[in-house]
């Protein structure tokens, strides 16, 4: 039986500035899943972590991918899928993007590589779909493109990879619930024109950082006078939080998704280092419970490690 | 005496997506102006063109420019300036910022370049400002760096050369009068988030689209979805006109500015023509008096010809 191993790696959504149009994938964490081509009609989802999430393929984001894909195909296939989920769900660094991006890159794999790249962001995107009752492709992308991206547009679909230079990420997921659906919910519907030209100009100036690899332009970029001022209430001691990052020489960061995680971006290794203990130091003190990861931007997206 | 000429090219500020934060130089039509070094304090200007402006210093965009300027020089120093106009007044392609713009790099030139760029756009910005009666960069930035430029900021001056591949620029201006400060008075003070998401995606995409030398995706990014509905009504036969000019082969285009110009980019000289032909025809019929200008995107700015 043909089979292979995947890691799908974790993804930034929003990057401060580009809310719903950028996003970018990081080394760790990864989900780990192992696909095997069946020759019947047929997904069939083994869970090998602690999460139970449902196994019935129509409710769940590798099963919504794979049908997706699988409508495209003539042949009578199915795909066997052992899961072994490392990002959390719920943690707002792409965890069902991950699931999504990592089945259809796998069976794509399997069927010996007859879509594009965007054609599998748009199977993954009716995974993600289910998890989030929303079309977009913000983790998605990223996850599956590797790197940075730009999105465009979600319909048609139009996604730009972007040039950047090395980067390090410094993520904070602290273990509180913040529901995707609220989230979005408490986010103004109107917006003054003259914030919104603050923002497209952040998101001009971040885009043309990357592709420069201007470290100090991607740090004046990284404002968001929209977004954050209203969902940074959700995450306890955030102002506190990014204010040290940055007196500890982060370049910049902000809300991960729609949260509850944090990243700052640094230059180096040892700045990482330094703003995972302000952040260690923070949120230590407040008895929430927390996991820090310090990574690198990911340029490959999902990976196939076996197979 | 220390004399000096100089061409001070036009301007195209906004570029459709990106109102107030984009903006770049052309080489037809553009300023004449010569200038001479005075060894008093004082500001002479002489028009040589029939459109009048005044010409006392304080009234005038040359002496804004240079009197800002002048503050930072410590010599007693002042400039002859004899002016000949070729960009009309209220054109919208950016006719005070040439005057700025052009000044301060000739005054520049002739105390021997001791001010940087983004000083000289500094000063320029006080000229502009006597005839706008708003404190922003988008046609003197272009102007003095040439080529595609990226404000991201007025307060601080944050000002991005982008790079970008050889574009045809055909202009109309129809000989109407838009006033700046109306142009102005009827854009929406709110914005929906959904469209200010649009807006953004479509500026990262031309950013990217610019540095990448990535026509098509300059062209899929020439979308503005809040300021052309409201601004393309002041423009008799906007609509009709832009859409014949894709349809002639046009990448896109839009309203230069705050009106009434209008402007369309084109990968080649032959496409460029063919959309000033259907210009011509557009407006030929409809008894408004127009003048059309086929160019390219001028990466120089404003040049020293002579001193």
Same mark, same amino acid.
């Given at each position: 039986?043909?089979?292979?191993?995947?890691?799908?790696?974790?993804?930034?959504?929003?990057?401060?500035?580009?809310?719903?149009?950028?996003?970018?994938?990081?080394?760790?964490?990864?989900?780990?899943?192992?696909? /095997? *081509?069946?020759?019947?009609?047929?997904?069939?989802?083994?869970?090998?972590?602690?999460?139970?999430?449902?196994?019935?393929?129509?409710?769940?984001?590798?099963?919504?991918?794979?049908?997706?894909?699988?409508?495209?195909?003539?042949?009578?296939?199915?795909?066997?899928?052992?899961?072994?989920?490392?990002?959390?769900?719920?943690?707002?660094?792409?965890?069902?993007?991950?699931?999504?991006?990592?089945?259809?890159?796998?069976?794509?794999?399997?069927?010996?590589?007859?879509?594009?790249?965007?054609?599998?962001?748009?199977?993954?995107?009716?995974?993600?779909?289910?998890?989030?009752?929303?079309?977009?492709?913000?983790?998605?992308?990223?996850?599956?493109?590797?790197?940075?991206?730009?999105? /465009?547009?979600?319909?048609?679909?139009?996604?730009?990879?972007?040039?950047?230079?090395?980067?390090?990420?410094?993520?904070?997921?602290?273990?509180?619930?913040?529901?995707?659906?609220?989230?979005?919910?408490?986010?103004?519907?109107?917006?003054? *024109?003259?914030?919104?030209?603050?923002?497209?100009?952040?998101?001009?100036?971040?885009?043309?950082?990357?592709?420069?690899?201007?470290?100090?332009?991607?740090? /004046?970029? *990284?404002?968001?006078?929209?977004?954050?001022?209203?969902?940074?209430?959700?995450?306890?001691?955030?102002?506190?939080?990014?204010?040290?990052?940055?007196?500890?020489?982060?370049?910049?960061?902000?809300?991960?998704? +729609?949260?509850?995680?944090?990243?700052?971006? +640094?230059?180096?290794?040892?700045?990482?280092?330094?703003?995972?203990?302000?952040?260690?130091?923070?949120?230590?003190?407040?008895?929430?419970?927390?996991?820090?990861?310090?990574?690198?931007?990911? +340029?490959?997206?999902?990976?196939?490690?076996?197979?």
């Amino acid at each position: 039986m043909k089979e292979v191993t995947i890691l799908s790696p974790a993804t930034i959504a929003n990057i401060v500035c580009g809310f719903d149009v950028m996003g970018f994938a990081i080394h760790q964490p990864a989900d780990k899943i192992v696909m /095997r *081509l069946l020759e019947k009609k047929e997904i069939r989802i083994i869970n090998k972590d602690g999460y139970n999430l449902p196994t019935e393929p129509e409710k769940n984001v590798f099963g919504g991918a794979l049908l997706a894909m699988m409508r495209e195909v003539k042949e009578e296939i199915g795909f066997e899928i052992e899961s072994t989920k490392v990002i959390k769900p719920g943690s707002g660094i792409g965890s069902s993007a991950a699931s999504a991006a990592g089945v259809v890159v796998g069976a794509n794999h399997l069927l010996g590589n007859r879509f594009l790249k965007n054609e599998l962001v748009r199977f993954a995107m009716h995974g993600e779909q289910i998890a989030s009752q929303a079309w977009h492709a913000d983790n998605i992308a990223p996850c599956i493109y590797g790197g940075v991206t730009l999105i /465009r547009s979600n319909e048609p679909l139009d996604i730009i990879p972007l040039d950047f230079p090395p980067l390090y990420v410094t993520v904070i997921h602290p273990q509180i619930e913040v529901k995707t659906s609220y989230a979005r919910e408490i986010l103004p519907k109107q917006v003054s *024109l003259k914030d919104a030209v603050t923002q497209w100009a952040n998101v001009g100036g971040l885009v043309a950082g990357f592709m420069k690899q201007d470290y100090d332009l991607i740090s /004046r970029s *990284l404002q968001d006078v929209l977004i954050e001022p209203v969902r940074s209430k959700l995450i306890p001691s955030f102002d506190k939080m990014k204010k040290r990052c940055l007196e500890a020489g982060a370049l910049g960061g902000g809300i991960s998704g +729609s949260g509850p995680s944090v990243f700052m971006l +640094s230059k180096d290794q040892a700045t990482a280092k330094a703003v995972e203990e302000v952040m260690n130091e923070v949120y230590r003190k407040m008895g929430v419970e927390f996991n820090v990861y310090v990574t690198t931007v990911n +340029s490959k997206g999902v990976e196939i490690v076996n197979g």
